[in-house]
């Protein structure tokens, strides 16, 4: 019974794919945009807020779960159509490789200026935990502050995934000379950040973590600490010691190649789109702030915020 | 003195095991660490296996066979290749199937647009297949349950069907469904299927053992990057990702049922003139139907474990709503939703086994109504399901109808209670929880790590292949050495000793505590039946949900890797254990009873080591568990094999290195199932319980 079902699908499933291509190519195509949902707020809620962008031009939106870095791999296979939050230092290297096997295109920049940057909550500086931060020459003298478990009396800094950027982290600390007092950990995912974080406010601990912004601890208060200003060729990899912080970094779109081609109108608001940190913000608020479901904070967004949306989509 | 050289002497093997630790040393000690000594740490020889993996599947995906379509979107021809073709069509009909079935429980467009097409559904906005209101799938659920088992399983239905719309899950949980749906008898008609061949002919038998060794012991994240490479991102692909993890269970268990019949029975079936087919599906398949059953329990429960991973790549419902629900620090949240994927668990199981255990009535005399009662009631339920979601529709005002589709979280819930429970645990249990992880930390953990870290590669196979060779013989010993040295030739020698350690130090500690609690709770019926329960429970319960309290509780230290590990690993331990104490004869104790014993002599002189070999298939699953923990351990943030695993689901050389490393943690545990089942086969022959 189950095997005819399967037979009768894959038939049916095909004459699909025969008869349904040959559509109309004038406007934007009926077949569905597909937006990837990831596991942070802000990601889920403009998934939904660009889903309804599109929706208000008529066209098909279908949401689906991915991981995000496997996700430019779906992009470029076609499984999936858009990705709208492309942060440079931890997705840069998966969109790039994806992009120069080809079939992923740049689709433009958000207005968000963002950083990506080791840095302590707010409750660090207020009640001067390590006197002299955010300035990184502070740290010299406060390695107890954030030591942990197994840190071995270190300090410790708590980095994301190796997967994100690679050893820059362990080459910042040797090449600030701080090698002798902090040690590097890399957590396993944004997960492990955030229940430490938690937990650290809890006792009012020291802790360093790797953190970015625009983000939902941004309300909070969240302090990067500062290091020596980025510049050209500073890292390992272009040359230099490493002994720098992080620039500024971009807040990217990617879209499938085929994508301004099926749906020219949608391309058009997609590439124009542009969010500023505010509005990033905004959207992860009403859910991790206001509690709203992610639809429900989508929904509310566009109502309120239609100066802001509707000139994308003309 | 004389007595020790007795002891000895009875026990010849004790003095190999002593002699085999000497030289251990004495190897550990001598050899000079340093990266050109060859007896240090091997050369990579399969350093350049994983791009070359790479590269050839996707030759053989993308390149191999090229197609030319014209793409009429586009307005351009596009190359495509033969086996992306056929993948992609498999991936489009179990996801017709899957869409199929979801459509039905709660509405939809898909099924149409797939008998018709996008621009017929743009235009016509009326093609859309309704939700069913809640309450008629619950009660078709509940009277499935009656009609297949009775009063009991009508009202657990009830319950597990009500609590999760109540609580607003309703819809996630009906996309879980929806793909357990397909997973599931996927899974059980393949490893049937598969079961029947290898029972047929041997040779197919020699050749499926190993790979089912591999696939059970290979942790899923290792085969994500090639499954979504060969079947694209999406419900079909979290589907297929698990029929690849739960049918390796059924096909063993549907071998060991058919070769389990006697032959008297089949002899019986041949003289009634049965042809090959009726022997098999009216003979054998119904005789062996005990272990073709616990293979159909293994199946559910192996699906819904795979809830949440298989939203890592684009399955939808319970399980990505559980990661975001983590990923905000919800744990209350979470909570409710790992119950809900338990509970489907629990029901889909009961019912199955329900249905199984059903025997037809064949000479039952029954009016029309009367054979076809459940089907009418059924259909009652239908009219009565809608007429009450229209009233519904009238009473609530506030845009929910709640007698039709509760929306997502906007149930019950309990969040508050269990959010305020941990942050309760967190405040007061973390400054005396920190010095013992202190204390562990640098007394236990670090010591034990950089020990195995200090093994040069000569000691640990030395180590290992002596302890085989002690225990199965030279046959043993050359399997386990060359499961070694394939992780020796490998770049990650060093990341494997680390994956050993915390698999090490979890087996022992959850060894440890399962064979307790176990024997503590086999002395008791009612204790067995409800540890078993707990046991099953937490077999399903997705395991991510404790990685968060753990993080708050021990930061992200090896301390909270390796909780989870125990939480996860002492399932089988247990399980086996009280399974294995409940099967010693009643007999046997009695004997001892008799002989004067008491009971603590009566359990370790008789008991434990009469249900020793089963207890010994207990540590065996308790390794693997472990080892798959270890792994997800990787989630909180370690240093092994796991970090790499994860870390492929962005490489350059993804699908080669997640395979690769996976294979390297497959063969870990591989080797100690060769150790432990040895060990097990003689203990049972020299019982004589084999």
């Not at chain 1, 406060?142 to 030591?147: H, L, S, Y």
């Not at chain 1, 479901?293 to 989509?313: C, G, I, M, R, Y």
């Not at chain 2, 002989?595 to 540590?619: C, D, K, N, T, Y």
């Not at chain 2, 792994?631 to 350059?652: C, N, P, R, V, W």
């Amino acid at each position: 019974m189950f095997s005819i079902t399967k037979t009768l699908g894959a038939i049916i499933a095909g004459a699909v794919l025969a008869f349904g291509s040959s559509a109309a190519i004038a406007k934007d195509s009926s077949k569905p945009i597909v937006i990837p949902t990831h596991n942070w707020s802000s990601q889920v809620v403009m998934a939904y807020v660009i889903g309804g962008i599109f929706e208000s031009l008529g066209d098909n939106v279908e949401y689906k779960p991915a991981d995000s870095q496997a996700v430019y791999e779906a992009i470029r296979l076609g499984d999936i159509t858009i990705s709208h939050e492309v942060w440079q230092s931890t997705f840069g290297k998966s969109f790039y490789k994806a992009m120069s096997k080809g079939g992923v295109i740049d689709a433009g920049t958000h207005a968000a200026a963002t950083l990506e940057e080791m840095g302590v909550p707010q409750y660090v500086i207020d009640d001067n935990l390590c006197p002299g931060l955010p300035n990184w020459e502070a740290l010299k003298n406060c390695k107890g502050v954030f030591a942990t478990a197994d840190s071995g009396g270190k300090g410790r800094w708590l980095e994301g995934p190796q997967s994100w950027h690679g050893d820059l982290m362990p080459v910042r600390v040797n090449a600030l000379g701080l090698g002798n007092d902090y040690v590097v950990k890399f957590a396993g995912g944004a997960d492990a950040i955030w229940a430490e974080l938690a937990s650290a406010k809890k006792e009012g601990r020291g802790i360093i973590t790797f953190n970015w912004t625009p983000n939902f601890t941004d309300a909070e208060g969240f302090v990067f600490i500062e290091f020596p200003p980025y510049t050209d060729g500073c890292r390992v990899a272009d040359g230099g010691d490493g002994s720098c912080g992080s620039p500024k970094g971009w807040l990217k779109k990617a879209a499938n190649y085929k994508f301004p081609k099926t749906h020219p109108a949608a391309y058009k608001a997609f590439s124009k789109i542009s969010f500023t940190t505010t509005q990033v913000g905004q959207m992860a608020a009403l859910v991790d702030v206001d509690k709203l479901s992610h639809q429900d904070a989508a929904k509310k967004w566009l109502a309120e915020n239609e100066d802001v949306w509707k000139p994308f989509t003309r | 003195m004389n007595h020790l050289t007795g002891h000895l002497a009875r026990h010849p093997k004790l003095v190999q095991f002593a002699a085999l630790l000497a030289v251990f040393f004495v190897l550990y000690f001598s050899i000079d660490p340093s990266e050109n000594n060859i007896l240090w740490r091997l050369p990579a020889f399969l350093a350049a296996v994983p791009e070359m993996l790479n590269n050839s599947v996707e030759f053989i995906m993308f390149e191999w066979l090229p197609i030319e379509t014209y793409n009429v979107e586009i307005e351009d021809y596009e190359t495509s290749a033969l086996m992306i073709e056929i993948t992609r069509a498999i991936s489009r009909s179990v996801l017709f199937c899957i869409e199929f079935i979801r459509e039905i429980l709660i509405g939809g467009q898909k099924t149409i647009v797939a008998f018709t097409s996008w621009d017929f559904v743009s235009e016509n906005k009326w093609a859309r297949w309704p939700a069913l209101p809640w309450t008629v799938v619950a009660g078709v659920a509940i009277t499935l349950g009656y009609a297949l088992s009775g009063r009991w399983l009508a009202i657990l239905v009830g319950c597990a069907t009500s609590y999760i719309a109540v609580f607003g899950q309703w819809e996630p949980a009906m996309e879980t469904l929806s793909f357990v749906l397909i997973a599931a008898p996927l899974s059980v008609v393949l490893g049937v299927f598969l079961g029947v061949v290898a029972f047929k002919s041997q040779k197919f038998e020699t050749v499926l053992m190993p790979l089912l060794n591999v696939a059970q012991t290979m942790p899923h994240f290792s085969y994500l990057v090639p499954v979504t490479v060969f079947f694209g991102v999406g419900d079909h692909a979290g589907a297929i990702a698990t029929v690849i993890f739960a049918t390796p269970p059924m096909i063993r268990l549907t071998l060991l049922g058919l070769k389990g019949v006697s032959p008297e029975v089949l002899e019986a079936g041949m003289m009634n003139g049965c042809n090959k087919v009726q022997l098999m599906f009216k003979v054998l398949i119904p005789t062996a139907r005990h272990d073709i059953l616990v293979g159909v329990n293994q199946v559910i429960m192996q699906c819904l474990a795979m809830a949440v991973i298989a939203s890592f790549i684009g399955a939808k419902g319970l399980g990505f709503n559980l990661l975001l629900a983590l990923n905000q620090l919800r744990i209350g949240q979470a909570l409710e939703l790992g119950i809900c994927i338990v509970l489907i668990a629990v029901v889909l199981e009961k019912l199955s086994l329900g249905w199984a255990n059903k025997q037809i009535d064949y000479f039952a005399d029954l009016s029309f109504v009367e054979r076809h009662k459940y089907p009418l009631i059924m259909g009652g339920i239908l009219v009565a399901g809608v007429v009450l979601a229209s009233i519904g529709g009238l009473i609530f005002k506030d845009g929910i109808n709640y007698f039709y589709l509760i929306p997502h979280n906007k149930g019950l819930t309990t969040e508050l209670f269990w959010q305020s429970g941990v942050d309760w645990i967190v405040d007061n249990c973390y400054s005396s929880l920190q010095v013992f992880n202190v204390g562990l930390i640098v007394n236990v953990l670090v010591p034990m790590k950089n020990a195995y870290l200090g093994m040069p590669v000569v000691a640990t196979f030395v180590l290992v292949m002596g302890i085989a060779y002690i225990v199965g013989g030279l046959r043993s010993a050359l399997v386990v050495g060359g499961l070694l040295l394939f992780i020796a030739s490998t770049e990650w020698w060093d990341r494997a000793l680390i994956t050993a350690y915390m698999s090490t130090f979890g087996v022992i500690i959850s060894a440890t505590i399962g064979l307790i609690s176990g024997s503590l709770c086999a002395q008791n019926k009612f204790a067995t039946k409800g540890i078993l329960l707990v046991c099953d429970t937490f077999q399903t319960f997705p395991s991510f949900i404790y990685l968060i309290p753990v993080i708050m509780l021990f930061g992200v230290t090896d301390t909270s890797v390796l909780i989870a590990v125990i939480i996860y690993a002492t399932i089988p331990a247990t399980r086996y254990t009280v399974e294995g104490l409940s099967n010693v004869p009643q007999s046997l104790q009695d004997a001892g009873t008799m002989s004067g014993v008491s009971r603590f002599q009566r359990w370790i002189q008789i008991e434990l080591p009469l249900a020793f070999p089963h207890i010994m298939l207990g540590i065996n699953q308790t390794v693997v568990f472990a080892l798959f923990m270890v792994i997800i351990g990787a989630m909180i943030g370690t240093d092994d094999l796991g970090q790499l695993i994860l870390k492929s689901l962005s490489d350059e050389f993804g699908i080669g290195n997640g395979l690769m490393l996976g294979l390297c943690v497959a063969f870990i545990g591989l080797a100690v199932d060769q150790i432990l089942r040895t060990w097990a086969n003689e203990r049972k022959k020299a019982l004589g319980v084999a």
